[in-house]
């Protein structure tokens, strides 16, 4: 079982940049790939980028390419770097992992952290 917890959400203006992490605790938070998505109000949950156990590989929407880097520490943090925020970009951010090294699905959920970006 692996733990998630999110946070560094907030409120910033558009064109700004926020980092987001999501600290994964357990026995086998190490070995799993993990992952980002989003819900905006009135939407539905959708997928932001993944990286694998190792950081060796990631993917990201279309939608945020360019803009935002996901990344993971040996301490098992994986973050969500978002420069060039724009409106649209506001949600509920949520972490979640995947059951083996590579994503394949989301099996468990964190909290979720607020995004806001305001024109």
């Known amino acids: 079982q692996v733990q998630l917890v999110e946070s560094g959400g907030g409120l910033v203006q558009a064109g700004d940049s926020l980092r987001l992490s999501c600290a994964a605790s357990g026995r086998t938070a190490s070995s799993v790939a993990m992952g980002w998505f989003r819900q905006a109000p009135g939407k539905e949950r959708e997928f932001v980028a993944t990286i694998s156990w190792d950081g060796g590989r990631t993917n990201y929407a279309d939608s945020v390419k360019g803009r935002f880097t996901i990344s993971r520490d040996v301490k098992n943090t994986v973050y969500l770097h978002m420069n060039s925020l724009k409106p649209e970009d506001t949600a509920v951010y949520y972490c979640?992992?995947?059951?083996?090294?590579?994503?394949?699905?989301?099996?468990?959920w964190g909290q979720g952290t607020q995004v806001t970006v305001s024109s």
């Open positions: 979640a992992h995947s059951p083996g090294p590579v994503w394949v699905s989301p099996v468990s």
